[in-house]
T-cell receptor, first 112, second 116 residues
Framework: GENVEQHPSTLSVQEGDSAVIKCTYS??????FPWYKQELGKGPQLIID?????GEKKDQRIAVTLNKTAKHFSLHITETQPEDSAVYFC???????????FGSGTKLNVKP | GAVVSQHPSRVICKSGTSVKIECRSL??????MFWYRQFPKQSLMLMAT?????????EQGVEKDKFLINHASLTLSTLTVTSAHPEDSSFYIC????????????FGPGTRLTVL
């Protein structure tokens, strides 16, 4: 089955700096890679996703890159703000209503 | 759009009782919903996949007689924890797929279950 690894487990940055979270996956059949933000006591919120037919996607301060050959994808947050502090999860899926395989999560702390 | 609600948000029950958690897709029809369990500071663990009008598919190690799932309509799935015990205390989260050409999962806000 699919195995998704996520690094780092914790990340502390200064407000205004950039943050990068990386994930690797094992199943080359995976073709959908979403990123979720989870605040304490709440459900995960989709922040950006990418499909295997593109290499990069950007939405304001958030971007995701995908390297299919190396089987890794990354989340990039620029100009971080304290409200970006949360736990971020990556996931991989084969699409077609298949289940998601989640990474272990990254706790991001943005210091004012 | 793509809003998923859960009810209740928190529940405390006595050991041995059953608890029902509802998951609703508010502005779309969801043929497929997922139920997850999350322990503190850990990732989401998929419990089962719920398809409207058919039996749920449970992940290995999840007791289907203990965690009853019903997906009676395109907007509602329920998870019933039967004969709850303290070890069932956890954060339960559902998600729903909007369908069509996309399989994006949208998550509910979660339900905190505490079994005394």
């Amino acid at each position: 089955g699919e195995n998704v690894e996520q690094h780092p487990s914790t990340l502390s940055v200064q407000e205004g700096d950039s943050a990068v979270i990386k994930c690797t996956y094992s199943d080359s059949a995976s073709n959908y890679f979403p990123w979720y933000k989870q605040e304490l006591g709440k459900g995960p919120q989709l922040i950006i996703d990418i499909r295997s037919n593109v290499g990069e996607k950007k939405d304001q301060r958030i971007a995701v890159t995908l390297n299919k050959t190396a089987k890794h994808f990354s989340l990039h947050i620029t100009e971080t703000q304290p409200e970006d502090s949360a736990v971020y999860f990556c996931a991989a899926s084969k699409g077609n209503f298949n289940k998601f395989y989640f990474g272990s999560g990254t706790k991001l702390n943005v210091k004012p | 759009g793509a809003v998923v609600s859960q009810h209740p948000s928190r529940v405390i029950c006595k050991s041995g009782t059953s608890v029902k958690i509802e998951c609703r897709s508010l502005d779309f029809q969801a043929t497929t919903m997922f139920w997850y369990r999350q322990f503190p500071k850990q990732s989401l663990m998929l419990m089962a996949t719920s398809n409207e009008g058919s039996k749920a598919t449970y992940e290995q190690g999840v007791e289907k007689d203990k965690f009853l799932i019903n997906h009676a309509s395109l907007t509602l799935s329920t998870l019933t924890v039967t004969s709850a015990h303290p070890e069932d205390s956890s954060f339960y989260i559902c998600s729903a797929i909007t369908g069509g050409s996309t399989d994006t999962q949208y998550f509910g806000p979660g339900t905190r279950l505490t079994v005394l």
